[in-house]
């Protein structure tokens, strides 16, 4: 007996439902089986790039240095103008100075000489500094405040001590610092008196490059 016509009709419609179903699924089919790649992530982020701000400081081998001097002998205080000249951008170096403390009246206080400095960082920005030298000095007023006529001309020793802080000023070395310095008379001119040793105080502005 053959199949009645309703029954072949409704084979094909089910053929044709089953046809799509079977495709789409084909085509969400599961991966292979395959090697797995695991990515760990630091717990340690990667440090921020460094700042300009946070870069060294420029060192000038040549520095220039001036700014005001107090003299410090005998109870009395002088003021005058300080100035120098640093070389070297390592810890060593050597210093070229002069002061001048009232110059041009009865008491006058002229002074030079050079020292070896060494120069120690104490932090990013602050610096110290150290120098022993010898230098003249030309004096107006000896021991017990007694005024030489003409002045008298001595050989000094010198320690110095020094506080900079440096500018953040970019490609530039500038610096503001104070400075203690103690002068010992060691020689003395022919016919030149006795003196005291006296103490100068430096405020001063350095610029380098």
């Known amino acids: 007996m053959s199949p009645s016509p309703n029954r072949l009709l409704t084979l094909a419609s089910l053929l044709a439902i089953s046809a799509p179903a079977r495709a789409q699924s084909a085509s969400f089919a599961e991966p292979p089986e395959g090697p797995r790649r695991v990515v760990v992530a630091s717990d340690d982020p990667e440090p921020p790039p460094r700042r300009d701000a946070d870069a060294d400081p420029p060192t000038g081998a040549v520095r220039v240095v001036a700014g005001g001097v107090a003299r410090m002998a005998e109870g009395t205080t002088r003021a005058g103008v300080y100035a120098a000249l640093d070389l070297g951008r390592r810890t060593a170096g050597a210093r070229l100075y002069g002061a001048w403390v009232r110059v041009g009246y009865d008491d006058p206080l002229a002074q030079g000489g050079a020292e070896l400095t060494l120069t120690l960082p104490i932090t990013h920005v602050l610096v110290a500094s150290t120098g022993v030298g010898g230098g003249v000095a030309r004096v107006g007023r000896v021991s017990g405040g007694a005024r030489v006529p003409g002045g008298a001309t001595l050989g000094v020793g010198t320690l110095r001590g020094g506080l900079d802080l440096r500018l953040p000023i970019t490609d530039v070395d500038a610096r503001v610092g104070v400075a203690a310095i103690g002068t010992m008379p060691v ?23």
């Open 187 to 209: 020689m003395r001119g022919e016919g030149a008196p006795a003196a005291d040793p006296w103490l100068l105080g430096a405020a001063t502005i350095t610029v380098g490059w």
